[in-house]
Nanobody, 122 residues
Framework: QLQASGGGLVQAGGSLRVSCVAS????????MGWFRQVPGKEREFVAA????????DYVDSVKGRFTISRDNAKNTVYLQMNNLKPEDTAVYYC?????????????????WGQGTQVTVSS
């Protein structure tokens, strides 16, 4: 089970960190990802981190602004979002999967959190 939190309202240029806590003792073996979705659009990949934390992947639109990290001792994955833009407004979902750590296709991820709303005002 995945529980996302930390969303909120922030002005453009501001920062926000969203977190996702996983239950279960096998968190450290799962690759973790963040996706986002706005109404009327498909859910899109944002970032992923390998189970060991040694490798990360980002969609081009967030490179240099967002950082994904994980703390396996706390069963938690984070997404630090800096220099936020209005187009970053979405519901952010965390996800977990085994297998390829950098697969960006939403249907390849096994487990999903409930989502947390991030709103960036201009």
């Amino acid at each position: 089970q995945l529980q996302a939190s930390g969303g909120g309202l922030v002005q453009a240029g501001g920062s926000l960190r969203v977190s996702c806590v996983a239950s279960g003792r096998t968190f450290s073996t799962y690759n973790m990802g963040w996706f986002r979705q706005v109404p009327g659009k498909e859910r899109e990949f944002v970032a992923a981190i390998r189970w060991s934390g040694g490798r990360t992947d980002y969609v081009d639109s967030v490179k240099g602004r967002f950082t994904i990290s994980r703390d396996n001792a706390k069963n938690t994955v984070y997404l630090q979002m800096n220099n936020l833009k209005p187009e970053d407004t979405a519901v952010y979902y965390c996800a977990a999967r085994e297998g390829s750590w950098s697969d960006r296709r939403t249907d390849r991820w096994d487990y999903w959190g409930q989502g947390t709303q991030v709103t960036v005002s201009s």
